[in-house]
């Protein structure tokens, strides 16, 4: 298994990504869904990494600068009949790494509340991200879960 850089150049990731954010506006009201697509994950701000097991996407994974040594976790996904293989841990060591060498001190995520989204909290928490009121641009809102922690 490979985690890398990815430039989102790819129509694997193309598909991979469009079927994300098919699937967290399946789950979740709209106006709390807050997946980027593949456009918004180019941003300058923001740094992507895929996961390749031989020439097969398994999984992504992002973060974006938020300012002031605070960076959010985006697009975290597995490739649902990989999941609970170990992928999402893998990649969330990568990406606190990748992070904190980076120079940012916070890392933050929102993630849903209903319980499709229980195995992610409890990686999260298991990785010491606790549970904090809504950072950025984010509100209160009875479909998110907000997470952070120090670097």
């Not at 990748?98 to 990686?123: C, D, I, N, Q, Y």
Request: charged share 25%.
């Amino acid at each position: 298994m490979i985690i890398m850089a990815d430039d989102l150049s790819g129509p694997q990731i193309a598909d991979f990504l469009a079927e994300h954010v098919r699937q967290m506006r399946s789950l979740t009201p709209a106006e709390s869904v807050h997946a980027l697509d593949l456009e918004e994950l180019r941003a300058p701000d923001t740094t992507f990494w895929s996961v390749l097991d031989g020439q097969a996407l398994v999984g992504c994974g992002a973060i974006k600068d938020l300012r002031g040594g605070h960076a959010e976790l985006k697009s975290m996904r597995v490739r649902p009949e990989r999941r609970r293989s170990g992928i999402a841990s893998q990649l969330l060591a990568r990406i606190i790494t990748e992070a904190r060498g980076a120079g940012f001190t916070r890392l933050s995520l929102e993630t849903g509340a209903v319980a499709f989204f229980h195995p992610a909290r409890k990686l999260y928490e298991k990785s010491g991200f606790s549970f904090c009121e809504p950072f950025a641009d984010y509100h209160p809102d009875p479909h998110s879960v907000f997470m952070t922690r120090e670097l």
